[in-house]
């Protein structure tokens, strides 16, 4: 028979004890990633704030905005400062983004080659109180580094997100949370992800985010329809179908790399 004060010291004890089969609660403030399935899979349902996220990417433009777009318009309206990029690709597309609640103003892009520039710039920015959020490009930082970023994001409760590429998967990171992003093989319209480090146990299956948002696949869908009715009011496209000749087939890719561009996929145009 066990004392009455152990025994309810142990079970107080218990109701705050992590066991590493069971998804974790937040032990900080999150922000909704905006996609309700990966929002499922994530201590406390978001991204959590005053912490790194590290985003492992097959090209340093695949998937960011297509991702981070939500979360970072709903935190540049909490916390009314802007969303710095650091070391990003491309230029970001300011109309496409305000399109869906990112304003082009809410932007702070730095332009830099330099590892050790990025680096100095990213811990900066972390401690400006009035950032709202820090997206950094960083595919050189060593785990040193990046462990002091993961402070300064601590101490000043930001949203941190870290790119790099998907060969660093299998290397040691402080990041509280470890994401590789990558196209579906078995369906190009999927984005899969790879959820490599959290408060949980290991996921089975990759969760599955739609490679473009719901106003994109709908613009697309009805230019698709306006060129169809268009050709087979000109006679040219017989009622059942576009034939094969008269098709034209531009490939949306294409378009990365452009002066005003950033992952252009991942945004409404």
């Not at 709903?74 to 990029?85: F, I, N, Y």
């Not at 998907?166 to 994401?179: D, F, G, K, N």
Request: glycine share 8%.
């Amino acid at each position: 028979m066990g004392l009455p004060f152990l025994d309810s010291f142990s079970a107080a004890a218990g109701r705050g004890v992590w066991h590493a089969d069971e998804l974790g609660l937040a032990d900080a403030q999150v922000v909704a990633t905006g996609h309700a399935a990966l929002d499922a899979e994530l201590p406390g349902g978001g991204w959590p704030v005053g912490a790194m996220t590290e985003l492992l990417l097959p090209a340093p433009e695949a998937h960011v905005w297509r991702l981070l777009l939500p979360a970072l318009a709903q935190a540049v309206q909490a916390r009314g400062g802007p969303v710095v990029l650091i070391g990003a690709p491309y230029e970001p597309c300011g109309p496409s983004l305000a399109a869906q609640g990112l304003p082009v103003e809410a932007l702070m892009w730095v332009r830099s080659e330099a590892p050790a520039a990025r680096l100095w710039a990213c811990e900066q920015a972390l401690r400006c109180a009035d950032i709202a959020a820090v997206v950094a490009w960083l595919p050189q930082a060593r785990v040193g580094e990046l462990r002091r970023l993961q402070l300064a994001a601590a101490q000043h409760e930001v949203l941190l997100f870290v790119c790099r590429g998907e060969s660093v998967a299998q290397s040691a990171s402080p990041a509280r949370l470890r994401i590789r992003a990558d196209r579906s093989e078995a369906d190009a319209s999927q984005i899969e992800l790879h959820i490599l480090k959290r408060r949980g146990p290991p996921l089975a299956a990759p969760v599955m985010l739609s490679a473009r948002n719901e106003r994109m696949t709908a613009l697309l869908a009805a230019a698709r329809l306006r060129r169809k009715l268009r050709l087979q009011a000109q006679g040219t496209v017989p009622v059942g179908g576009v034939s094969a000749a008269s098709a034209t087939v531009v490939r949306i890719d294409a378009w990365k790399g452009g002066p005003d561009a950033l992952d252009r996929l991942a945004v409404v145009a």
